[in-house]
């Protein structure tokens, strides 16, 4: 009589994950602080992992696809950063994230299956659209729970509801279990 072994389970697509960089909102939900992505998608919940799903596609895959536009996109180098802070004056995290599960790469970057920050920071995002990141010095209620950090030159001209950027930034990473990314990384040429 012969016996029928199970198949091998499936290599893993990637043995250590990449190391992506992103932008982020700042969102406070039921008084902690997450970071969103730009568009209206999910805050990043911790400690869970980001696992990303198409939206974009009719036939169901699993993300990300080379033939479609899913994933959790990253950029590969942190100077890279000032260009998706173009897309929304209002991302201002920043940090690098550990990418992994497929991953398949673009000009520019990442999408991947699966991701989770590694360091992260808030910053001055008219500051980091100039070029010129820096360390915010307060972070202001917006919009539908979003928050914006700014730095002095930058703050808004009405009173608006603020927290000391220093207190947002240290409650941010403790929710995350992150350190905090030095914002010399980011002025990198």
């Known amino acids: 009589m012969t016996e029928t072994l199970p198949p ?9 994950p990449i190391t992506g960089w992103r932008a982020w909102n700042l969102r406070r939900q039921h008084g ?7 568009i209206q998608r999910p805050s990043w919940t ?3 992992p980001v696992h990303a799903v198409c939206l974009a596609s ?3 895959h699993r993300a990300p696809e080379r033939t479609c536009t899913c994933g959790v996109y ?3 180098r942190p100077d890279l950063l000032m260009l998706a802070n173009r897309v929304a004056l209002t991302l201002c995290v920043v940090g690098s994230v550990a990418l992994w599960g497929k991953v398949i790469e673009h000009e520019m970057g990442y999408r991947a299956e699966f991701a989770y920050p590694q360091r992260m920071r808030l910053v001055c995002p008219r500051c980091l659209w100039d070029g010129r990141p820096s360390v915010p010095d307060r972070v202001y209620e917006a919009q ?7 730095c002095v030159e930058h703050g808004p001209m009405w009173e608006l509801r603020s927290l000391p950027a220093v207190q947002v930034q240290q409650r941010l990473l403790a929710g995350y279990g992150v350190e905090v990314l030095p914002i010399e990384f980011l ?3």
């Open 144 to 150: 539908g729970g979003v928050w914006i950090a700014a």
């Open 74 to 76: 990253a950029m590969s």
């Open 32 to 38: 902690t602080f997450q970071i969103a992505p730009a």
């Open 58 to 60: 009719m036939d169901r």
């Open 46 to 48: 911790p400690p869970d």
């Open 187 to 189: 002025r990198r040429g």
């Open 8 to 16: 091998d389970p499936p290599a893993p697509d990637a043995i250590e």
